[in-house]
């Protein structure tokens, strides 16, 4: 009988073992997780941070104004087609400030970079047009005294873009993007990890179909990435998942990115600051003179 009391003994000795193992090791990954979402809590703020994107745009479903402008800009920096609707994109955001850099996917240098405010949008004219000398210049003397170097201000209004490329810029210069003051509270953060897989310091959300998305976290730094083919959709299925924190994402004109991989960085960054001098309107009227000479030389 006492034989059979210690095997009982041991054997609630043994489940208490493992029960207590498992809640302890549960109790470890939680304790990681909570630390984690501590540092989304501290370190997430959607008016500071940095991003890189990359982005394939559907031709057929763009506005006829930017179609022209990115077929102009194609025209004249001798960029294939399929190098300006395919873009990469890096910059970041500051407050009400958000700054873009602008690269054809062939290439290693930007084709241009946009500031975006509330006062005004404005555009690197510069690297345009620098690109558009070094295209019909090269190998041609007579050319190269039609086109001087750029000197001044390098900054101009969409309108004023429009002018030196002969194209409709209004989406560009109406455009407005507001960052929102959202903020998650910790124990929203702990939800939103909990359902995703972790290994070590990232997390991988499995929920979203046709989504590869996960977070990388560190103190002091966080880092988003996620890509899909179906933009749309992913952001459907996403508010479905995410309106148990009252967050809804505005999915306006999205349909025109076929393609889309997006990396955002969380930290501490440099403050941004809207360029305040742009190109006077008599240097503008130099530079389209010249473009339409080059139009009458070139046939382009």
Known sequence: MKKKKHIGLIIFLT???ILLIFLAIVGIRLYKVWKDAGYL??????QHFSYEVELELDKKKLSSSLTGTLDAIAEITGLEEKDVYHLKIKGSVYGEVIHAEIYPYSSKAPITDIYLGK?????????IYNAMRKEFVEGDDRLEELLPEWEGAE????DQLGLM???????????SFKTEKLK???TQYLIALAV??????SYT?????????GVKVKEGEVTVQASTDRLNKVIEDLNDKMSIFDISIKADNLNVIKEVSLEVTFKDGKKLKMPKETISQRDLEAVVGVRSLIREYTGR
């Open 41 to 46: 809590e501290e370190t997430v703020d959607l």
């Open 196 to 201: 995703m897989k972790k290994e070590k310091s």
């Open 155 to 158: 900054y101009m209004t969409a």
């Open 165 to 175: 490329l002969e194209a409709n810029l209004k989406d560009i210069s109406r455009f």
């Open 205 to 213: 959300l499995k929920l979203i179909d046709n989504l590869k998305a």
């Open 184 to 186: 998650l509270s910790k």
């Open 15 to 17: 489940i208490l073992l």
């Open 119 to 127: 006062n005004g949008n404005v555009i690197n004219g510069a690297t």
